[in-house]
């Protein structure tokens, strides 16, 4: 099982990017996206249930970003519009069983993609 990320990249304030997740093999019941930036804890972003497609946001991102997903192909995104300099950090999607905001109940992470919003 593997999750790969990509869609990272460079954009100016007020840019908007999006970035995905191909998940491969099984399917958890909750994928996630976090983000690091550098000296900083990893932080929970948004999250998505595969079945039901709850959502839910940190109130940093709510109504910027969108979090959703492609059952057929296994792949969630995550469209962030409105970015911010405050928005720079590496974006990690993650795949869990519990409808969580904390990083160790995911089990499965992604690589890893760097987003870095200029002002």
């Known amino acids: 099982v593997q999750l790969q990320a990509s869609g990272g990249g460079l954009v100016q304030a007020g840019g908007s990017l999006r970035l995905s997740c191909a998940a491969s093999g099984r399917t958890f019941s909750v994928m996630a996206w976090f983000r690091q930036a550098p000296g900083k804890e990893r932080d929970f972003v948004a999250r998505i249930h595969w079945s039901g497609g709850n959502t839910y946001y940190a109130d940093s991102v709510k109504g910027r970003f969108t979090i959703s997903r492609d059952n057929a192909k296994n792949t969630v995104h995550l469209q962030m519009n409105n970015l911010k300099p405050e928005d720079t950090a590496v974006y990690y999607c993650?795949?869990?069983?519990?409808?969580?905001?904390?990083?160790?109940?995911?089990?499965?992470w992604g690589q890893g993609t760097q987003v870095t919003v200029s002002s």
């Open positions: 993650a795949a869990g069983l519990i409808f969580s905001m904390r990083s160790e109940d995911f089990r499965l």
